[in-house]
Every structure is written in C-alpha cells, then in structure tokens.
C-alpha cells in the first residue's frame, strides 16, 4: 500500500483481557518496527523485524507482550492480560531495509485504553 | 544506551524562526533523524543528518555535531499549520533502531 497501515486505529479493552494489533508495512519494505508512545513520553522501542533473521525483542516490556510477522509482511503484536499502565499508543513503522541511511515510515498507531 | 533530551514546549509567532535542540549522549552513533508529529497522527519524515552540517529541505534545516552529541531543528518563515511535536531521534550501534526524545512541542501565534 502507500503508507504503512495499522488496525485497529482506537481499541477500549478491560484489565486482564488480550488485545491483537495489525500492522501492514509498505510494500517491498522488508524491515518492520513496533513501538509504543505514553502520553508525554517518548517513543519507546519494541520490537523489530528484519527479514528472515531473528527478531530483536529487546524492547519488549514483559513476557506478556509478543509479536510475529508472518510471511515477512503482515505483523501482529499482542499483549495478553492487559495492564491499565499498557496504555498507549502503538505505531508500527517500516523501512526499506534495517540499515543506516534508511528512512523509517510510520503508520497512524493503534490507540489502545485499558479500562 | 542513549540518553537524548530536547526543550518540552516551545512558542513563536507566526512568519518567525524557531530553532529546536537536540543533545545526545550515545554509545554508537549511525545519523540523527527529525520527525514532525502532529497531535493524533504519525509522525513524518523531516531529515536525516549522518555527517557534520547543515542539511537544508525549503523552510526545514536541520545541524550536526557529531563531536559536540549536537543537533538542531530550525524552522523559517513558521506557518500555523507547523504547530506540531517534533521528535530528536537517534540510530544506535545497532543501525536500525532509533531512540527517540520525548519531543518539543511547538505552538506557533498569530
């Protein structure tokens, strides 16, 4: 597609309940980012994907967060038993590649309220 | 790990200049990025600086300073429509990560 695009845009979910989020990176982009935006905060990095190598999930904040991309295109991120601190917005964002020099592009977010 | 701070709000008036600072502390540096982010939307693409000076894109400028963990954002001839976050953004030794400021947000007056 023409930019990257993330579903759902707005989820309200219950504490303990799971939650899947969707992204759909730019085609022919084979690098693929989550990260997660606090009110007032920073973007904090998650996860990222490249290809078919070995994700770096270094960013993810507990066992109860996880993603996979299937396919290298697709990816869905999903927080089991969500926390009212898991708050946030999710941006999913992708580059042509993961090297320097490549520009990141980032989708709309996914803004998720855990009540 | 990287520690990057930049002003939290900033105000200027319409048709003015701001200039946005950006200093980082890193263990590698891969290029420094500017991204503009208005509210409820993604942020876009502003520079990608890698090498030291001035990268110039029509009413965006962007600096580095590699010696100095330096870089500014300089926005002319400032337009309602630039009232927005912009977000310092720094590549890592691990060349595809970013670390991210928590952001400057402008407020530009009529």
């Known amino acids: 597609g023409a930019g990257v695009s993330q579903s759902p845009s707005n989820k309200v979910t219950e504490k303990g309940k799971d939650v899947e989020l969707r992204c759909d990176p730019i085609?022919?982009?084979?690098?693929l980012y989550w990260y997660r935006q606090s009110l007032g905060q920073g973007l904090e990095f998650l996860i990222y994907?490249?290809?078919?190598?070995?994700?770096?999930k270094s960013g993810l904040p507990s066992d109860r967060f996880s993603a996979e991309r299937t396919g290298g295109s697709v990816s869905t991120l999903t927080i089991q038993r969500t926390q009212q601190e898991d708050s946030a917005v999710y941006l999913c964002?992708?580059?042509?590649?993961?090297?320097?020099?490549?520009?990141?592009?980032f989708g709309e977010g996914s803004w998720l309220t855990v009540v | 790990g990287q520690n990057i701070d930049q002003p939290t709000e900033m105000t200027a008036t319409e048709g003015a200049i701001v200039q946005i600072n950006c200093t980082y502390q890193?263990?590698?540096?891969?290029?420094l990025f500017w991204y503009q982010q208005h509210a409820g939307e993604a942020p876009t693409f502003l520079s990608y600086?890698?090498?030291?000076g001035l990268e110039e894109k029509g009413r965006f400028s962007s600096f580095l300073s590699r010696s100095k963990g330096y870089s500014y954002l300089l926005l002319k001839e400032l337009q309602m429509k630039d009232s927005a976050s912009y977000l310092c953004?720094?590549?890592?030794?691990?060349?595809?990560?970013?670390?991210f400021g928590a952001g400057t947000t402008v407020t530009v007056r009529a």
């Open positions: 994907f490249q290809g078919n190598s070995a994700p770096d």
């Open positions: 953004a720094v590549r890592g030794p691990r060349d595809y990560k970013l670390s």
């Open positions: 600086n890698v090498l030291d």
């Open positions: 964002a992708s580059s042509l590649q993961g090297g320097a020099g490549n520009t990141i592009y």
């Open positions: 890193t263990s590698g540096f891969n290029g």
């Open positions: 085609s022919g982009h084979t690098a």
